[in-house]
T-cell receptor, first 113, second 112 residues
Framework: GENVEQHPSTLSVQEGDSAVIKCTYSDSASNYFPWYKQELGKRPQLIIDIRSNVGEKKDQRIAVTLNKTAKHFSLHITETQPEDSAVYFCAARAQGGRRALTFGSGTRLQVQP | DGGITQSPKYLFRKEGQNVTLSCEQN?????MYWYRQDPGQGLRLIYY???????QKGDIAEGYSVSREKKESFPLTVTSAQKNPTAFYLC???????????FGPGTRLTVT
């Protein structure tokens, strides 16, 4: 089955700096890659996603890039703010087979004011 | 995701008791999912259902059971066979077709 690895497990940046979180996946049939943000004690919230027919997608200060050949995708947050502090999860899903997301282990991002 | 509800928010049970966690959605989503999250951990798939009256085991189904008698509802029963049931349980739903998946607010289960 699919295996998603996520790095780093923790990331601390200064306010205004950029943050990058990276994930790799194992199943070449995966074609959907969402990113979730989870604040302490709350539900994960979908913040951005990308499909395999696209190499990059942006939404204001966040962007996701996908390299299908290398089977990795990344989340980029620019001009970080304290409210960006949270745990971020990447996930992957294949078109066929198991129709459910497989999640990475999460990255705890802390933005220092 | 405001259309997915889970109840109760906190649940306490004694060891050896079965407990059922509720998940309801009014988003007309075909697919529903149950995940377990342990402190500092990622989300692990317990069960999922793509259509009514059908469901599949995820990665950690042992000690859990589900039913999908209605499109809107996907209750999860944590049985006494689950060795370490204390965790944060998250239900999710999605259309299936476009893959997007949205989470409910979660139920924090504590078994002592």
């Amino acid at each position: 089955g699919e295996n998603v690895e996520q790095h780093p497990s923790t990331l601390s940046v200064q306010e205004g700096d950029s943050a990058v979180i990276k994930c790799t996946y194992s199943d070449s049939a995966s074609n959907y890659f969402p990113w979730y943000k989870q604040e302490l004690g709350k539900r994960p919230q979908l913040i951005i996603d990308i499909r395999s027919n696209v190499g990059e997608k942006k939404d204001q200060r966040i962007a996701v890039t996908l390299n299908k050949t290398a089977k990795h995708f990344s989340l980029h947050i620019t001009e970080t703010q304290p409210e960006d502090s949270a745990v971020y999860f990447c996930a992957a899903r294949a078109q066929g087979g198991r129709r459910a997301l497989t999640f990475g282990s999460g990255t705890r991002l802390q933005v220092q004011p | 995701d405001g259309g997915i509800t889970q109840s109760p928010k906190y649940l306490f049970r004694k060891e050896g008791q079965n407990v059922t966690l509720s998940c309801e959605q009014n988003l007309n989503h075909d697919a529903m999912y149950w995940y377990r999250q342990d402190p500092g951990q990622g989300l692990r798939l317990i069960y999922y259902s793509q259509i009514v009256n059908d469901f599949q085991k995820g990665d950690i189904a042992e000690g859990y059971s589900v039913s999908r008698e209605k499109k809107e509802s996907f209750p999860l029963t944590v049985t006494s066979a689950q060795k370490n049931p204390t965790a944060f349980y998250l239900c999710a739903s999605g259309t299936g077709a476009n893959y997007e998946q949205y989470f409910g607010p979660g139920t924090r289960l504590t078994v002592t």
